[in-house]
């Protein structure tokens, strides 16, 4: 399930065009009644959960039915639009925060605020609830999503290229990393960790600078980081590169080389999902036999990172206070308990958790192997409790990214210092926010269109 959530890579362009659709087509549905529900890659696995949930909600609501549509991951994009022009765009629909946000900095989806009970939020983890929350075309924030299924990241290791390094653990901060990547190297030959730096990959290393205490940026959408923590995590990565103590595919391959490299046993250590335990045993039975779970690397307040799938409602409905009833029917603690063990995620309600928790700790589970993964299942439940969405969801964070990482790039292949690659890429940003990226992405969704 870990490929469900990791996937970003949504298009800020198609995102805006598609917002003032929605915002703009409020044509009556031909069914009155009836919820258009979409998720991504659920089907053909969890139809009978998810028909389950729509047949007791709809036995609680006569007169309302759930019409359920999955998406691929691939082609969400191309059916949503589509379904926007045709006028029958869902009430909920299965969107990761970074694509909701981009829906609702254009108008595209319905504030839930109006529509949601009083206490709705209480049933949910705050820091992830919060992941719900985006500005609006005027600039106020506003609930825009209830957060469904989590995963949070952790730290698998190789205990045994561990121990030969002088270690029985990994570092648990980041202050001290450098010490141990300069060991494991020394000693086995090996890599300690690999975080890329690809512009359109993993967003793992830009959450490692907030973490470091780097404020991305301001309240007006400004560059922050060129700040004394800033400079202090851009000269971090840059010495660890430059000094040979990471692999030099940093600068060119992305997340699935961390993964190669860890099962063939050139990295003492990966971060990931729990459920990745059983792809390392089925790939590298050898290397599994050597790994153990241990917390994540964060910075010196402890905080770790979430990934999180919200529902959302498109401005389109007609049926905005029903919709909101069954994305929470969907997502109350019952349904989400049972949906986070058969999916093997996380679920975003606070009494799930607990429920999920205390049923890891009291399994005895006789297979080694199963063993392992619930206790990694365990330790990722147990983060959630000082875990956010470490890079919010915004318009266009995706060019950040690719900004920040261009210009470390150039400063780890020793092209400008650190501290000259972090100015130039806060010239560059304030350049983009200051008012071309809406142009640039209308003039993306014309294309598209």
């Excluded at 989400?336 to 995620?345: C, I, K, L, N, T």
Aim: proline share 7%; with cysteine.
């Amino acid at each position: 399930m870990a490929h469900l959530i990791s996937r970003r890579r949504w298009l800020a362009g198609a995102a805006a065009g598609l917002a003032l659709l929605l915002a703009g087509c409020r044509a009556p549905q031909a069914e009155p009644k009836q919820i258009q529900f979409w998720t991504l890659d659920l089907a053909p696995k969890f139809n009978g959960y998810i028909q389950g949930v729509i047949a007791e909600w709809e036995r609680q609501n006569p007169g309302y039915d759930v019409v359920w549509t999955d998406v691929p991951w691939g082609s969400v994009e191309r059916k949503l639009l589509a379904a926007v022009f045709a006028r029958t765009a869902p009430d909920v629909v299965n969107l990761n925060p970074l694509f909701a946000a981009n829906l609702a900095s254009k108008g595209g989806l319905l504030p839930l605020d109006p529509v949601l009970p009083p206490a709705a939020a209480s049933g949910y983890l705050p820091q992830i609830w919060q992941a719900g929350r985006s500005a609006g075309p005027d600039g106020a924030p506003q609930q825009y999503a209830i957060p469904w299924y989590l995963t949070a990241r952790i730290t698998l290791a190789n205990t045994s290229l561990l121990a030969k390094a002088g270690y029985s653990a990994p570092p648990r901060t980041w202050q001290e990393l450098p010490a141990y990547a300069e060991a494991v190297k020394r000693r086995t030959g090996r890599y300690a960790l690999f975080v890329t730096v690809v512009p359109d990959d993993s967003a793992e290393l830009l959450e490692t600078l907030v973490q470091m205490g780097v404020t991305l940026l301001d309240e007006r959408q400004r560059a922050a980081f060129n700040s004394p923590a800033g400079r202090h995590a851009f000269a971090f990565w840059t010495d660890l590169y430059r000094r040979g103590l990471l692999p030099r595919e940093v600068v060119s391959q992305g997340y699935r080389r961390a993964i190669e490299l860890y099962q063939s046993g050139e990295l003492a250590q990966v971060g990931s999902g729990a459920e990745f335990l059983r792809s390392i045993q089925t790939n590298a039975p050898g290397i599994a036999a050597a790994t153990r779970p241990f917390p994540p690397i964060t910075g010196s307040d402890g905080q770790a990172n979430v990934a999180v799938m919200t529902l959302a409602g498109p401005q389109q409905s007609r049926l905005p206070k029903p919709a909101a009833s069954f994305a929470l029917f969907l997502t109350n603690a019952a349904n989400q308990a049972r949906f986070a063990e058969q999916a093997r995620v996380l679920p975003s309600s606070a009494g799930a958790l607990q429920q999920l928790e205390l049923q890891l700790r009291r399994e005895r589970l006789a297979q080694p192997a199963e063993a392992l993964v619930q206790q990694a299942r365990l330790l990722s439940a147990d983060t959630l409790g000082r875990a956010r969405v470490l890079v919010p969801a915004s318009p266009g964070v995706k060019r950040l990214q690719a900004i920040v990482y261009t210009q470390l790039q150039r400063a780890m292949l020793g092209q400008i210092s650190s501290d000259r690659a972090l100015a130039e890429a806060e010239r560059q940003w304030n350049a983009y926010a200051g008012g071309r990226w809406p142009e640039a992405a209308q003039q993306h969704a014309v294309q598209h269109h």
